[in-house]
């Protein structure tokens, strides 16, 4: 089944951009400042990266967001995000202007870099309480501060399905990896729209470069679009 597009009401305009790009601050290879000119040049209105939270820190983070606040215009706008994978198993992504860094008692692990958002029996159980993730994503990315949203099911096959997914407002109907299509989870949204709230749809196109990004959004993938009556109403924390 084809999800269907429409043209925005008359007040409203819609704006084109691309959630996925990696920059030299994790795994990927093209900075800030060089995916600003690339967007700029591929007609690009909006940017959201989507660097690796297990190879950032705190500081590599407030870099990001400076890069992307210095490098936005009133053409285009950058947001800082970065992705995690949870203690269930599901991978996950935030982004905002002002994207808040997680704390050591949200994480897990032996090298705290998975999100904590299941409680454990330190034997490998889950207790079926929740962890500090409630008051913390709640505190931190709710609603006007950010977003939070779930992508590659299939890398997770014993994680949550969008349909029992909590906390969150957006979830990857396309993943493209590398110039190619990891998974359409079109029939999955559908059935979790009929039965709850459905979250945003949007595509997740990783891109570690510049040059890739060029490449994406020429490649005539699905990309991500949102109606507003200004980048401005659209993002109103970004500079």
Known sequence: TKLKSADPPPHLKLFRGLIGAKTTYSSGTGTVEQYAQAATAAGLDFLVFMDDFAALTPEKLKSLTADCERCSSDKLKLLPGFCIANNVGNRMFFYSP??????D???TGADKKTLYVQ????????????TPFLDWVLNSYHVEKGQV???????????????????YGMAAIRYYRDGRLVEDNTDDYLTTAQATIPPAPVSVNEVASAEALTREVNSGHSLVYAQASSLDTLFPHAR
């Open 149 to 167: 949203g779930y992508y590659h099911f299939s890398a997770s096959p014993h994680g949550m399905r969008m349909w029992d997914l909590r906390l």
């Open 105 to 107: 008692y949200c994480l």
């Open 119 to 130: 409680e454990e029996d330190g034997k490998g159980n889950y207790t079926g309480y929740l």
């Open 98 to 103: 002002q994207p808040v860094w997680i704390p």
